[in-house]
């Protein structure tokens, strides 16, 4: 499925040009005070060295030493605080803590977009204690072993334990110290479980001295940036050249296909290691952070107690504006800024009595299925697409991977479900191996943008959708990217939102906020036209308004009549939050200015 197994980050560089608030070129030319990076010695820091050993460094008048120490992120910081270094290369939740205690630090950016992997690990074969964890959901109410209070072991297992619908208060936090002290906890009983970086713990599971029954990702990036802001003041030129000359590296780093093999000889893994993991990182390098991010480290930080539950957080004091820029993305849409669909999925497959084991697709179908009209469009837009047990489909924004897992298991197809949010990405995953369509179905976490120039061209049969091209601010890049991919003859659908009429300004504050949705065509007409201009003959283009009117008014009243069952099963704070999205979208429909369409567009045969 991928000629190359990587996953590009953005296109934008930190500072393009001056006038954007970049380096001065004239002052870019000649080298002015140096620029000390600390970062830990392992593969995703590879840019750092493609940017001194090419010369990208000089090339941008910038001289900078990236200092390689084997320490944690406790360790960067304090090397900052007490002007060691100028910056540091440091987990995304240990950085955020530190501000909001109150540190002169503000982060500068994000470094790497791809959340971090943390296993599940529980006594191996040889242990007296084996077999006692199973599965994931065999750890409600247990003991998770912790380096430290406050720690990313101790952090991720609340995340864990809030995605899975537990009370985080039931947990029990153990304490072993380091890795060992980890392994041996799990073998001796003393505790259940514990959450290590995936790479770091493999050895371990390869020979057998614990079991991997999991794995959970941080919902968040997992490395930024950060300076104090008096070096900021003092060094701002420098440090925007070094950010730029950077990025240009992490560009390199993913485009060139030789990088895996040679990952893995500077760091010494397994060809296939390190092949895996390029696959699924995202060194980005780029002044964005996200908002939505930051709300999901700030409300795992709460849940650990170590910051307050009731703080208030300025998100906006947690960067430099001259350096980094806050970013609304979907991460910040209502729906995605907690864990609300994984978490009530996962209480609802516990009420159902399926919280774990071998299952079949049709058992998830009561709870997988988020987009309108459930499996009766997937059917529909089968038909018209002329989707067979031979086709080679991609679903962008797969979601929980409901319409891929429908698609695989009764069509037979082959899929490869698409998704950028990663905790939906891992549920969906775990949900189609418990269910063996994982030889037909590949599941990607990423940027579709990102990752379909690397998947092969002209080879798919069907480039599909529901309710994901609104996400998305480059309509005509995936429009192409689409197009490119499929083969002569293959098909696009899209079920999406237009504007229907002159949307107001609280209609479009609401799609902004709630939805994450800033721009929309004006017309079916001109969608058409988008799909026509990136090469694509328009197969049939429905102005399915009326229906969706009625649908979304639908849902509401159901949801609402079954309210006592729903708030007992997911819960009173995650029915209120989903019913007030439900209600929010039926009235856009009932305002008359939103409109939806079903859209086929075939890429022409040649002639």
Sequence with gaps: LLSTMSVLGSVGLFYLDH??????????????????????????????????????????????????????????????E???????????????????EGSDMRLLGTYVASPLCWAVSAAGPKSPHAGKIKS????????????????????????????????????????????????????????????????????YHDSGEVTRVGDISTPWPCFMLAAKQQTVTSKLDELRAMLSAVHEAATIFHTETHMPATVATRYHLKPEDATAWFATVEVKAERFVSEGALERVVDALQSTGAIAADAAVDFSNLIDPRVAELKRDIRSMKLYNKPE?????????KAAGKASGPAEYTDFLPYDQHHYNGTDAVDEMVAKAGITEKSRVINVGSGLGGPARYLAGKVGCQVLACELLDDLHHTAKEMTDRCSLGEKIVHLSGNFLSV??????????????????????????????????????????????????????????????????????????EYKGELEAAGFKIREARDVTPAW????????????????NLKAVMGVEIYTSLLNFYTKIRDLYQGGNLGGIEIYAEKPLGW
């Design 136 to 203: 994931i959901a065999d750890l409600e109410d247990g003991q998770f072993g912790v380096s430290r209070l406050t720690s990313g072991s101790h952090l991720m297992a609340t995340v864990l334990a809030t995605e899975r619908g537990w009370d985080p208060k039931k947990l029990q936090f153990p304490i072993h110290g380091g890795i060992q002290g980890l392994l041996d906890g799990v073998n001796d009983g003393s505790s259940d479980a514990f959450l290590w970086e995936t790479f770091t713990t493999k050895p």
């Design 341 to 349: 669909l994984v978490t009530a999925l996962h209480r609802q497959l």
């Design 549 to 564: 009117k009625g649908y979304t008014a639908k849902r509401v009243e159901t949801f609402t009549a079954d309210e006592e």
């Design 19 to 80: 006038d954007n608030g970049g380096p001065d070129p004239k002052r870019a030319r000649t080298k002015g005070a140096k620029i000390r990076v600390c970062g830990v010695p392992e593969h995703f820091n590879m840019p750092w060295h493609i940017a001194a050993e090419r010369g990208i460094f000089e090339k941008h008048g910038v001289d900078v030493e990236f200092i390689e120490e084997a320490c944690g992120t406790g360790a960067m910081i304090s090397k900052v």
């Design 452 to 525: 379909g120039p690397h998947l092969h061209p002209n080879v798919y049969d069907s480039v599909v959708s529901w309710l994901t091209v609104l996400h998305i601010e480059e309509r005509p890049k995936l429009f192409k990217t689409a197009y490119t991919l499929l083969r002569p003859g293959g098909v696009f659908f899209a079920a999406d939102f237009f504007q229907l009429g002159k949307l107001t300004a609280d209609e479009w504050k609401v799609l902004k906020d709630d939805v994450s949705c800033s721009g929309l065509v004006g017309s079916v007409s």
């Design 82 to 100: 007490n002007d060691e270094v100028d910056v540091c290369v440091a987990l995304t939740e240990g950085l955020v803590l530190k501000i909001i």
